[in-house]
């Protein structure tokens, strides 16, 4: 089945210590979205890519980054992780159809990466 | 800049009855998508239904449908036949049709309990 799968589920790590999360579509959608989620909020969008066009939230911190090296594939760094970054991070991916009625273009979400800052 | 309202952070249900959660959104625009996603304890959020804004047809989906009231700026839930799977978070999102937006705008969301 088309999917979206996100690495780890479970990620620990230490404040400060760089981290990154994967995630990987087989959906074939051109844009792919970072979210996090913390408990009991709704998503809060930090960017999205575009096919190759990286659209950043004007209120993501400088602390998180993203890489997108191909179609399926898209990274979440984060450069120094504070006790304030722990979270759910959920990977989307939608497509656009340009032109065409009735295109929902409706985000298909992962799992999630539950992230742990000790 | 649009908003999304859900008026019910919490909600409950006794099994195999039926619920109504409510949203309502702010917008000036004409045209648009309104989306109900739903996050069980599993936390991977999954889409419940969707509606276009020029289709004056409520959308259904199973035992999911909803009432959507365009002048209101109203887009409720409506769940038959509740079951214990159906207890999760439920979310709703607006996107607007304007250009290429890709974003969602979401409400807080409501959390659901269904009681056996």
């Known amino acids: 089945d088309a999917m979206v799968i996100q690495n780890p589920r479970y990620q620990v790590t230490q404040f400060g210590k760089p981290v990154t999360l994967s995630c990987s579509q087989t959906?074939?959608?051109?844009?792919m979205y970072w979210y996090q989620q913390k408990s009991s909020q709704a998503p809060k969008l930090l960017f999205h890519y575009y096919d190759k066009d990286f659209n950043n939230e004007a209120d993501t911190p400088d602390n998180f980054q993203s890489r997108r090296p191909n179609t399926s594939f898209c990274f979440l760094d984060i450069r120094s992780p504070g006790l304030g970054d722990a979270a759910m991070y959920l990977c989307a991916t939608s497509r656009t159809n340009l032109g065409l009625a009735g295109a929902y273009n409706e985000q298909f979400f992962g799992p999630g990466t539950r992230l742990t800052v000790l | 800049a649009q908003t999304v309202t859900q008026s019910q952070p919490e909600m409950s249900v006794q099994e195999a009855e039926t619920v109504t959660l409510s949203c309502t959104y702010d917008t000036s625009e004409s045209d648009y998508y309104l989306f109900w996603y739903k996050q069980p304890p599993s936390r991977q959020m999954i889409l419940v239904i969707r509606?276009?804004?020029?289709k004056q047809q409520n959308a259904t989906e199973n035992r999911f449908s909803v009432n959507f009231q365009k002048a209101a700026k109203s887009f409720s839930l409506k769940i038959s036949d509740s079951q214990l799977g159906d207890a999760a978070m439920y979310f709703c999102?607006?996107?607007?049709?304007?250009?290429?937006?890709?974003?969602?705008?979401w409400g807080l969301g409501t959390s659901l309990a269904v009681n056996p």
């Open positions: 509606q276009e804004a020029y």
């Open positions: 959906l074939n959608h051109n844009v």
């Open positions: 999102a607006y996107r607007s049709d304007a250009g290429n937006n890709r974003k969602l705008i």
